[in-house]
């Protein structure tokens, strides 16, 4: 089975600061991982993903993760936290085979993010 | 390029009514999936379609049900809605044999069962 733990539910950081944003996953197989933010009253964007290959990724808004395997971790950061990052984020997993585990997303209970000025 | 959509954005029912709940997905996406996300609960997983076949569902009762039709379009059906079915489900759509399983997700849709 898999599942993921996101460490938080609200994360609270001032403008201009460092955001962190917790993230592990149990899996059986081989993971791919992903980033979602969630804007109020809005569907889910994805921010970043990791594959295979390079485990520092980054994505859009200037965020990035990195794939620790010896963790079982995938943290999301951004140097410098803007107001508009106020919104909640949701990491995922799903299994890098073509059977059970790699056809659906199993997400993180999610971390609200407040910004303030 | 448009994105995913849904319809309708927001719907309100009554306890044992059926609703039903449409998705388009990205042009040239053949796979549709449907997520709960209820309060409290996350999101959680329900139904794959592709190729018009349902080919994996969550761990939902079978009076959530749908279909995709030959334009690769998909319908929600609920049936026998209960308050618990209150919550945002959202669709997303990937490519058919996408390697990294990247889903593309809609806006949602607002069920509230009164």
């Known amino acids: 089975a898999q599942s993921v733990t996101q460490l938080g539910s609200h994360v609270s950081v001032s403008e201009g600061a460092l955001v962190l944003l917790r993230c592990n996953y149990s899996?059986?197989?081989?993971?791919?991982l992903f980033w979602y933010v969630q804007y109020p009253n809005q569907g889910l964007q994805l921010l970043l993903k990791y594959t295979t290959g390079a485990t520092l990724v980054k994505g859009i808004n200037g965020f990035e993760a990195e794939f620790k395997k010896s963790e079982t971790s995938f943290h999301l950061t951004k140097p410098s936290a803007h107001m508009s990052d106020a919104a909640e984020y949701f990491c995922?997993?799903?299994?890098?085979?073509?059977?059970?585990?790699?056809?659906?997303?199993?997400f993180g209970a999610g971390t609200i993010l407040r910004v303030k000025s | 390029e448009a994105g995913v959509t849904q319809s309708p954005t927001h719907l309100i029912k009554t306890r044992g009514q059926q609703a039903t709940l449409r998705c388009s997905p990205i042009s040239g996406h053949t796979s549709v999936y449907w997520y709960q996300q209820a309060l409290g609960l996350g999101l959680q997983f329900l139904l794959w379609y592709d190729e018009g076949e349902e080919r994996n569902r969550g761990n939902f009762p079978p009076r959530f049900s749908g279909r995709q039709f030959p334009n690769y379009s998909s319908e929600l059906n609920v049936n026998a809605l209960e308050l618990e079915d209150s919550a945002l489900y959202l669709c997303?759509?990937?490519?058919?044999?996408?390697?990294?399983?990247?889903?593309?997700f809609g806006p949602g849709t607002r069920l509230t069962v009164l």
């Open positions: 995922a997993v799903s299994g890098s085979d073509r059977g059970e585990y790699g056809n659906k997303l199993v």
């Open positions: 997303a759509s990937s490519l058919r044999g996408s390697r990294y399983n990247e889903q593309f």
């Open positions: 899996s059986s197989v081989p993971p791919y």
